[in-house]
């Protein structure tokens, strides 16, 4: 498995931008599919965007096309999302997941299918 710490939530206004980033322990972490998921409060966790561990092919759920923006650098074992034009409705606890695979493009967006989490970050947007 890979140990995956996130960083960079917080309290921000509508309209502002956050950097989420993701750093994994390990060599796994560069033949691992990364994904962003965030669960709000009575809500079930809900995939934001994910990345192939080629980098080459990205997932974004549909609330996020175009405001969100997945990446990944496998030299320094991080996966960063950068979240603009934030809104209250993108409140929730964001989680990063990485799973090993062979293949260098597959991208997975159900969270049964990632067997490595990180313990959240806060993201709070207010109105």
């Known amino acids: 498995q890979v140990q995956l710490v996130e960083s960079g939530g917080g309290l921000v206004q509508a309209g502002g931008s956050l950097r989420l980033s993701c750093a994994a322990s390990?060599?796994?972490?560069?033949?691992?599919?990364m994904g962003w998921f965030r669960q709000a409060p009575e809500k079930e966790r809900e995939i934001v965007a994910a990345?192939?561990?080629?980098?080459?092919?990205?997932y974004y759920a549909d609330a996020v096309k175009g405001q969100f923006t997945i990446s990944r650098d496998n030299a320094k074992n991080t996966v960063w999302l950068q979240m603009n034009s934030l809104e209250p409705e993108d409140t929730a606890v964001y989680y990063c997941?990485?799973?090993?695979?062979?293949?260098?493009?597959?991208?997975?967006?159900?969270?049964?299918?990632?067997?490595?989490w990180g313990q959240g970050t806060q993201v709070t947007v207010s109105s």
């Open positions: 997941a990485a799973e090993r695979l062979l293949s260098p493009i597959v991208v997975l967006t159900d969270a049964s299918q990632y067997n490595s």
């Open positions: 390990g060599r796994a972490f560069s033949m691992a599919t």
């Open positions: 990345i192939s561990w080629g980098g080459r092919n990205t």
